[in-house]
């Protein structure tokens, strides 16, 4: 108990609050919460989505892509880029889609990242603010009594800081690097999957293996 004191953890808690979103706004307060509830959650299935898209090109090749009845990845992006190909079957509009796709995630993971940034470099000052609080807090000696009055005021203004640093070291910054760890594995897996579909398409060889649509691809009519 010697650690805890309410009042210094909802000065610094709330304070750190108010300022993220009066610098970040609710726009990238709601990506920065997006991205934290997706660290509690299964990743990106490399194995699913490749499994999909391999069932899918044999699809594609036999019937053609306009009657394809191709079953998609579970991420959905890759199902629109899917979805994207069986509509205009352009290698090119493809990869323009695939680019677009993944400025807008880029986006919002800058977005949610600089959120836990900027609350990691505010924790400390509401920490600062904590302490400058109780220090106002102190009143001339009257009695006996004022000593014990005295030792809980310079507690809370100790104590403040100390939960300031943890906000932003413990929480604040660690959260901000696992968001973007997460993101970048993420995106390589997605990517590897993009560049393995697109040789697929086109014919050409992977790591000496032989492409399974090496035939060319026909619509049918």
């Known amino acids: ?19 993220t979103v009066a610098r970040c706004g609710w726009r990238n307060m ?4 997006g991205a934290l509830a997706k660290l509690g959650s299964p990743g990106f299935d490399r194995d699913a989505n490749r499994a999909a898209l391999a069932r899918s090109i044999p ?9 394809a009845d191709a079953p ?13 190909y069986l509509v205009d079957g352009s290698i090119e509009g493809l990869r323009s889609t695939s680019g677009a ?25 509401f920490g600062l603010v904590g302490t400058l609080f109780a220090l106002t807090q ?3 000696a009257s009695d ?5 009055a005295m030792m809980s005021v310079v507690g809370t203004a100790v104590l403040s800081s100390l939960y300031g640093v ?25 990517r590897e999957l993009i560049v393995w579909f697109e040789a697929q398409l086109t014919g050409r060889r992977s790591n000496g293996e032989r492409s399974i649509a090496a035939i060319p691809l026909t619509d049918a009519a």
């Open 1 to 19: 108990m010697a650690f805890w004191d309410g009042s210094a953890l909802i000065i610094v808690l709330a304070g750190t609050w108010l300022a």
């Open 30 to 33: 709601a990506a920065a919460f």
């Open 59 to 67: 699809e594609i090749i036999r019937r053609g892509r306009l009657c």
């Open 72 to 84: 998609f990845p579970p991420d959905r992006s890759i199902a629109k880029l899917v979805q994207s």
């Open 101 to 125: 796709q993944r400025s807008a995630r880029d986006t919002t993971t800058g977005r949610a990242v600089q959120v836990f940034d900027y609350a990691g470099e505010q924790a400390p000052i």
């Open 138 to 140: 102190v009143a001339p």
């Open 144 to 148: 006996a009594g004022t000593t014990e």
């Open 166 to 190: 943890i906000t932003a070291h413990l929480i604040c910054v660690p959260l901000a690097s696992a968001i973007e760890r997460r993101a970048m594995r993420e995106e390589t897996a997605r």
